[in-house]
Nanobody
């Protein structure tokens, strides 16, 4: 069983920054590789970024590439999403998820007013 707790969301002006955190509770191979997803009102949930713990490789959606950075602290079982140069279209509920397993946290809201 894995429990995920996201935090760090908020409202920020366009061009600003936020850092999201997600703590994974419960030891499981599931939490080695982690991803971030987001869901805007009226839209489907979409992939944002992922990190592979074995080699630290990362991947990003084209819409966030160059602005967002994913990282992971294995000792703290925490994955981060540093979000810079935020745009109104980044407004969404952000969720972390183990890349290989179907567990979801409660999400953290990010709002960038237009």
């Amino acid at each position: 069983q894995v429990q995920l707790v996201e935090s760090g969301g908020g409202s920020v002006q366009a061009g600003g920054s936020l850092r999201l955190s997600c703590v994974a509770y419960g030891y499981s191979y599931c939490t080695y590789d982690m991803s971030w997803y987001r869901q805007a009102p009226g839209k489907e949930r979409e992939f944002v970024s992922a990190i592979d713990s074995s080699d630290g490789s990362t991947s990003y959606a084209d819409s966030v590439k160059g602005r967002f950075t994913i990282s992971k602290d294995n000792a703290k079982s925490t994955v981060y999403l540093q979000m810079n140069s935020l745009k109104p279209e980044d407004t969404a509920m952000y969720y972390c998820k183990p890349t290989l397993c179907e567990y979801w946290g409660q999400g953290t809201q990010v709002t960038v007013p237009s």
